[in-house]
């Protein structure tokens, strides 16, 4: 009955529409799962039943055409949709989603899957799985020194959420700044001394004012007026003092000859020619070598009368040492953090001392340590490592807490590029020091290469891992095993291991997802297409039976 072969193909267009509804369902029931990639169904058309044949045109007709009846139709294809999804943000940090056409890599029972859902935990072990079936993400474990290997061989991402980095001793500090070079001198010139001394006083006559050694450190320095015989006459001596508590004496010392005030016939006594020669910048300079003290004492314009002492004294117009300082914190074996200080005092033009030390507090004996030297700037500023001295400068000290002796190397750079001398104003500071203590892993960053870098508790950071990804040829040959994962199959090709970024074309966004491609306004629309057509070939069935019914009642 030739009415059969439309009832086979109404048949026919049910169940494949059916087909289509089902994938639509399915499309529309993932439109939330992550990393879910939509399907779609295409149709053709199935075998062809002969009419007529057709012919060949001939000198005196033309060809006729073939008459064929079609047999229905069937599923052509069934394609996944692989177009990217968006992203979601959550912020944690072992959510991930990717861009690009790659895959993460996960292992189940030793094999192997692929997966575009990138939400994973750490489990109690420290490895990244999927929560939902533990299967562990793929990708290269770095060294201690947190170096990724080089190749493309998986490993688990396993990371030890107790790591810990060891203590590193700080052997290097590399300084930088600048020295201005207008600065003054930084030990004290000249100290003058002005005013009267009552000359009806016994005396003696004394007094202070606070001077700068060449290093920048404090001293006091006390002179005294004492009467001689000779009402008119005056020894001359001082002394200097430290900064102790109770002070301690430093030094002593006197003219040796006595300076003598004359009427000046205005009612003051001055000093007269023989005095002051005593003060030409050669009798009366004040040297202390232990103590880089080195300056010249001026009291030519002190006078002598009835009236109130004035005497007052002051040391370079009582300016403040020039003294320019910096300091950083620097680590031994075992971790623990000392101060190192770096002071640089002018000595004169482009010529600077240093002095880099450590406080007491630092070292197994209880007494500071410190290194000094000079360093000579050229002409535009620069400095040459050549004009340092010592060569290759360093401080050394025996930590307490019986660590291991530190040896630092002090590098203050070279040309423009490390500690210069210019008009501007001066600062120093530590750029950068190699060590740093012991410290716990606190918490971790995946960047869009896909590596998981650490972060420490003093700041360090260190990569650990690194996701890497697979790319296929045909990711429609891939299937789909539930749990949003996929294996490779017959026509999928061999899967190709890769970092991520150039070598992939895919990067990795942290702390997000990628949402579902499924277009809900499409699978809707194609959901009225598809019962439409549903409708139709029922339409055909029932429009088939009738005729069907039709010729039955021919007989009665």
Excluded at 85 to 92: D, L, N, Q, S
Excluded at 226 to 239: G, L, R
Excluded at 416 to 437: E, P, R, W
């Amino acid at each position: 009955m030739a009415l059969l072969n439309s009832l086979f193909a109404g048949v026919s267009g049910l169940r494949n529409h059916q087909s289509m509804m089902d994938v639509i369902g399915n499309n529309i029931a993932n439109v939330n799962t992550i990393g879910f990639k939509g399907s779609r169904v295409t149709f053709s058309d199935t075998f062809n039943q002969f009419i007529k044949a057709g012919t060949n045109p001939t000198d005196t007709s033309g060809g006729t055409n073939t008459y064929q009846v079609g047999l229905g139709m069937k599923v052509n294809s069934i394609d996944r949709n692989w177009s990217q999804g968006t992203f979601e943000r959550t912020g944690i940090t072992t959510d991930l989603a990717l861009q690009g056409s790659g895959l993460f890599v996960l292992k189940s029972n030793g094999e192997n899957f692929y997966s575009r859902a990138g939400g994973f935990v750490f489990d109690a072990d420290g490895k990244l799985v999927s929560p939902q079936n533990g299967a562990i993400v793929q990708g290269k474990v770095a060294s201690e020194d947190g170096v990724i290997p080089p190749g493309n061989n998986l490993q688990d991402i396993m990371i030890d959420t107790n790591l810990k980095l060891p203590a590193v001793a700080t052997n290097l500090i590399k300084w930088g700044g600048n020295l201005k070079s207008s600065s003054a001198l930084t030990r004290t010139e000249s100290v003058v001394e002005r005013g009267n001394i009552n000359s009806a006083l016994a005396g003696p006559f004394t007094n202070e004012t606070t001077i700068y050694n060449e290093f920048g450190a404090k001293f006091t320095y006390k002179q005294t007026f004492t009467k001689t015989a000779n009402p008119d006459e005056y020894d001359v001596s001082w002394e200097v003092f430290d900064t102790a508590v109770p002070p301690v004496s430093v030094q002593t010392g006197s003219l040796g000859t006595p300076v003598t005030f004359v009427d000046d016939g205005k009612g003051d006594f001055k000093m007269d020619a023989a005095s002051k020669a005593l003060f030409d910048g050669v009798n009366n300079r004040v040297q202390i070598t232990g103590s880089n003290l080195d300056f010249n004492y001026d009291p030519t314009e002190v006078s002598q009368n009835s009236a109130s002492a004035t005497l007052s004294i002051s040391a370079d117009g009582n300016r403040i040492a020039n003294v320019v300082s910096g300091a950083v914190s620097i680590f031994d074996s075992l971790g623990n953090s000392h101060q190192v200080t770096l002071t640089f005092t002018k000595l004169g033009n482009n010529q600077w001392s240093w002095t880099a030390g450590v406080p007491s507090t630092s070292t197994d004996d209880g007494k500071a340590v410190s290194a000094t030297g000079t360093i000579t700037f050229d002409a535009d500023g620069t400095l040459d490592p050549a004009n340092i001295s010592p060569n290759n400068p360093q401080l050394t000290f025996n930590p307490d807490g019986k660590a291991n002796p530190v040896v630092l190397d002090l590098n203050f750079g070279q040309a423009f590029g490390g500690v210069t001398q210019t008009s501007a104003s001066s600062v120093v500071s530590a750029l950068s020091q190699n060590g740093s203590a012991s410290a716990s892993l606190s918490n971790m960053n995946i960047d869009q290469y896909g590596n998981i870098v650490g972060i420490f508790s003093n700041g360090n950071s260190r990569t650990l891992a690194q996701v890497m990804v697979a790319t296929f040829t045909n990711l429609n040959g891939l299937i789909s095993k539930g749990d949003n994962l996929f294996t490779a199959y017959a026509n999928s090709g061999t899967p190709r291991i890769g970092s991520l970024g150039e070598e992939t074309g895919t990067t990795v966004q942290s702390g997000a997802l990628e949402q579902s491609n499924v277009d809900l306004s499409e699978e809707f629309t194609k959901m009225i297409v598809s019962q439409r057509g549903f409708q139709a070939n029922a339409r055909v069935i029932t429009t088939a039976d009738g005729l069907l019914q039709e010729i039955t009642n021919l007989i009665r």
